[in-house]
Nanobody
């Protein structure tokens, strides 16, 4: 099992930027695909972005494409989500997830371990 701890959430005005980090425990991090998901009040958890084990392939939800960037540093056991041009509809709890596979998918049930989440609030 991988322990995941997200950080970097907060309150930002529309058009602003935030960077999230997710620190993972364990020595197998470089063999896991990683994903970011979010859940707004009263809504289902939705896919945001994912990255393969090497960082060579990434995938984004259409709603964040061109504004968000996922990256990873395997030496630091950390995955990042840089969020630019934020909109009020990006307001949600953001979760980091680990998949026991080299390659990522864009659905929540494909991930094995989850962090507790970090709140992102975008004011208009």
């Amino acid at each position: 099992q991988v322990q995941l701890v997200e950080s970097g959430g907060g309150l930002v005005q529309a058009g602003g930027s935030l960077g999230l980090s997710c620190a993972a425990s364990g020595r197998a991090f470089s063999r896991y695909a990683m994903g970011w998901f979010r859940q707004a009040p009263g809504k289902e958890r939705e896919f945001v972005a994912a990255i393969d084990w090497s960082g060579g392939r990434t995938n984004y939800a259409d709603s964040v494409k061109g504004r968000f960037t996922i990256s990873r540093d395997n030496a630091k056991n950390t995955v990042y989500l840089q969020m630019n041009s934020l909109k009020p509809e990006d307001t949600a709890v953001y979760y980091c997830a680990a998949r026991y596979s080299l390659y990522s998918v864009n659905y929540a049930s494909g991930y094995n371990d989850w962090g507790r989440g970090t709140q992102v609030t975008v004011s208009s």
